[in-house]
């Protein structure tokens, strides 16, 4: 498994156009022509739909208190999710002390000890 880590990490740096990523990698036979050509076939896809993203008028669409409600309750749902996930991290430690502490009260209030421990 680690050699395939590896071997992923050489390919995605032959990719991005490193120059020392070794010479058996599967894209190592990739001529700097077909990566110019990748490299302007990205950015004339990228370049264009950025500007549209810029000439975007706003749509002036009225959105009702429904979707306001829902966006609201969405928001506190995740809000409390995240909240009950952290009380229950910090409070886990709380927890175990509180059971260690009622297990020794229990066996000194009784005088009996397990003979093993």
């Not at 969405?74 to 886990?92: E, K, N, S």
């Amino acid at each position: 498994m680690p050699g395939c880590v590896l071997d992923l990490r050489r390919d995605l740096h032959m990719i991005r156009g490193g120059k020392n990523a070794g010479t058996h990698s599967r894209f190592a036979d990739r001529s700097s022509q077909e990566n110019k050509t990748m490299r302007d076939l990205r950015l004339a896809v990228l370049v264009p739909a950025v500007l549209l993203a810029l000439h975007a008028a706003p749509a002036m669409a009225y959105i009702g208190p429904g979707a306001g409600i829902t966006m609201l309750s969405a928001l506190w749902g995740v809000i409390v999710a995240v909240a009950l996930a952290i009380g229950a991290v910090l409070f886990w430690p709380i927890r175990v002390l509180l059971r260690r502490r009622r297990r020794n009260g229990a066996v000194a209030a009784t005088g009996v000890q397990d003979e093993g421990h």
